[in-house]
């Protein structure tokens, strides 16, 4: 299923025995060639290379617009770049811009300017990127990326992953980290690692309580059953107020 021009409904891709280690090299160096290996001869602006864990790298931003030409996926260079907003909170979204910027014509610049436009900051996890891209393809009102939910008493109650206050209406992805379950027993002996299911529960009667909607989606609603997701949240908003 595209949506916007994202495939939202294909498996993340995995890595293959024929994949390569991309190598870069400076324009007037000779390109490596070794088996597994795939060499390029590029120019580098200031600031493009950066020291991680002792080796020279690409940074993130340069990285980010190498993968556009290389026709990475559109969705995963949202992902990306969720990921780098998220990294450099202070400044992420204007480095990829600034980046992009001084990228110009070259290959890649229209995805990846839609990328940017398709970006937002505070984004904890790739799934969280794709449930509010499937949102956002089927039309449904903008939310706000992990917002912070009061009670009348001024304290916080939950930060779903997607939410709109003006309908107190929210999304939550659940992973499979969420479902692991501990016995009582378990719990009382001091193990705890199903705390977030449980807490999850809390959360979702404590919202509830203070007049909010809040929807939880799993990885089935992303890859097979998003037509429903997206019918689950439309009626969601619309039975809240939201003009849809």
């Known amino acids: 299923m595209r949506i916007a021009g994202f495939d939202l409904t294909g498996a993340p891709a ?7 280690l991309q190598v870069s090299v400076p324009a ?9 290996v795939r060499g390029h001869r590029v120019t580098w602006l200031p600031g493009d290379v950066v020291r991680h864990r002792g080796l020279r790298v690409t940074s993130p931003e340069r990285t980010w617009c190498d993968l ?3 026709g990475l996926d559109p969705l995963e260079l949202v992902v990306l770049a969720d990921a780098i907003r998220r990294r450099f909170e202070r400044d992420g979204a204007a480095r990829l811009a600034d980046r992009l910027h001084a990228w110009g014509g070259r290959r890649g610049a ?4 839609q990328a940017l436009a398709s970006s937002s900051d505070r984004v904890d996890a790739p799934t969280e990127t794709r449930l509010r891209l499937l949102f956002a393809g089927a039309g449904l009102p903008a939310p706000d990326v992990n917002r912070w939910v009061y009670d009348a008493d001024g304290l916080r109650v939950h930060r779903p992953d997607l939410s709109w206050p003006r309908w107190r ?5 659940d992973g499979e980290h969420h479902f692991a379950w501990d ?32 929807r939880l989606f799993t ?18 908003l619309r039975e809240a107020g939201a003009p849809l």
């Open 169 to 173: 209406v929210a999304a939550d992805y």
């Open 219 to 236: 990885a089935y609603d992303l890859f097979r059953g998003y037509g429903a997701a997206v019918g689950r949240m439309r009626e969601a």
């Open 68 to 70: 556009g030409a290389a």
């Open 183 to 214: 016995s009582d027993d378990q719990v009382a002996a001091g193990r705890a690692s199903n705390w977030r299911r449980r807490q999850d529960i809390s959360r979702l009667e404590r919202m509830g309580e203070i007049g909010w909607d809040l």
């Open 28 to 36: 007037d160096t000779a390109r490596p060639r070794f088996r597994g």
């Open 110 to 113: 229209h995805i990846l300017r």
């Open 14 to 20: 995995r890595p293959t025995d024929e994949d390569a």
